[in-house]
């Protein structure tokens, strides 16, 4: 049986290592999940760049320190699918297992749901007690068959719970669109993780030694770890140039704003107005620049959840996944411009004043 207060002790030791900051209640919830175990498929989702990576990262390094625990890690945010076996015992045989399966496949779902069915009867051989699969970066993908998959492993387990009760299958990606679509198949559950609160923001700025006052970082990231430590490595200046070209330049953006300015100006100032309008929202959710807040019905990983708060972005049905991207759009609706190089020098002047 895995020991709560042992695992702890270990999440403790890495955050202290490492730039790696908050996320102890969300820890405690993955941990009750895997000693449970679960049949049904685990969709962590949240905004980009939130944290899911290391934590789960965290997660697996923690448990793989217990002996009967084997954790395997698929990163899907490439081409080529790529895994990590934290247990190297048995390496030399679950890559085996993982050259077989893709000398017979090379579609990315179907190699998925095999090599976790060949693992799983790997771990029966083996007795061990805990099994756990993690696979990141699952995208909004035409070519690719995100609700066959989620379908297909919840089969493999659930068929397989009874033989091997603790296996747990977490899914992690930012779509919220995507996760609408893995709803449907009834064979999931949500759980939702949001960005780093103010305090928290504060530690990370402190770790990192950012020489940037925290509070401004939080204003425009939201508390946004990924983008945190994107400013402290390449600077503010280009941090802020960088979103604003990738948001104006957009094709879909500048088709947007040249259609409905004026509902666009609206939803900067109540992004909850995005239930009504539906080929806006579209938009704005295929380019990943807002999220759903989640349903009651969703587990919240994160304490405190999202509160709404109109200088950060938040509504209480929608929210902009980082401040900047609102306040982007605000500056180019407001001096009637789509030049990335302007409206961005606009925002540093304001904020660096």
Known sequence: MLDKSTLVTHFQQVKSSTLFVDRDREFLKLIETVVRGSKFVQIVYGPRGCGKTELFRVLCKVLSENENTLVTYFDL???????????????????????????????????????????????????????????????????????????????KIACSIEKNPYVTVFVLTSYHTLVSTLLLTRKCIRRFLWNLDNNSTAELCKKLNVGIDYRILY?????????????????????????????????????????????????????????????????????????????????????????????????????????LYRIILEKAIKMKILDADIVSESIIREYLQ
């Open 219 to 323: 204003k425009l990231t939201g508390g946004n770890p990924r983008e945190v430590m994107y400013i402290y490595e390449e600077g503010l200046r280009r941090w802020i140039r960088e979103r604003a070209e990738e948001i104006l330049t957009n094709p879909y953006m500048r088709s947007l704003l040249s259609k409905y300015s004026s509902e666009v100006e609206k939803i900067i100032s109540d992004i909850d107005i995005l239930i009504e309008l539906d080929p806006i929202r579209e938009v704005l959710e295929k380019l990943n620049l807002v999220i759903k807040i989640p349903e009651v019905d969703d587990i919240y990983l994160s304490e405190g959840n999202p509160q709404p708060d109109k200088e950060l972005g938040i509504g209480r049905s929608y929210a902009w996944q980082i401040p």
């Open 77 to 155: 945010g490439s081409d080529k699918l790529n895994v990590d076996i934290e247990k190297k015992s048995l390496a030399r045989e679950i890559w085996s297992l993982i050259r077989d399966v893709l000398s017979r496949t090379n579609v990315v779902s179907y190699a998925i749901v095999e090599i976790v069915h060949a693992i799983l009867n790997l771990v029966r051989e083996y007795r061990i007690e805990y099994c756990v699969y993690v696979l990141d970066e699952l995208r909004l993908d035409s070519t690719f068959d995100s609700k066959g998959l989620i379908e297909s492993l919840y089969n």
